[in-house]
Nanobody, 115 residues
Framework: QVQLVESGGGLVQPGGSLRLSCAASGSISRIYFMGWYRQAPGNQRELVASITSGSTLNYADSVKGRFTISRDNGKSTSYLQMNSLKPEDTAVYYC?????????WGQGTQVTVSS
């Protein structure tokens, strides 16, 4: 089992920044996928950004140039730096971790972009 603890959500004005963190513990492996998804009311959950153990990065077109995913292997933590936030970025953001043992989700953290 892998446990994921997210932090860093909140309320921010348009154009502002937030950094989300996802700390993984438990059955961590050398080969893995870590991603950030989001789900707004009435919408399906969508992939925002991901990083693999091989350092392959992937971003949704809507966040390219504004969001950056990174990781700290020593802390088994991934980060999502979100800049130039827009009202349409408002959603619950979920951390996702996948390895040979399974597919795991964090509890979600609310990000609200509003003036």
């Amino acid at each position: 089992q892998v446990q994921l603890v997210e932090s860093g959500g909140g309320l921010v004005q348009p154009g502002g920044s937030l950094r989300l963190s996802c700390a993984a513990s438990g059955s961590i492996s050398r080969i893995y996928f870590m991603g950030w998804y989001r789900q707004a009311p009435g919408n399906q959950r969508e992939l925002v950004a991901s990083i693999t153990s091989g350092s392959t990065l992937n971003y949704a077109d809507s966040v390219k140039g504004r969001f950056t995913i990174s990781r700290d292997n020593g802390k088994s933590t991934s980060y999502l730096q979100m800049n130039s936030l827009k009202p349409e970025d408002t959603a619950v953001y979920y951390c996702n971790y996948r390895n040979s043992a399974g597919n795991y989700w964090g509890q979600g953290t609310q990000v609200t972009v509003s003036s």
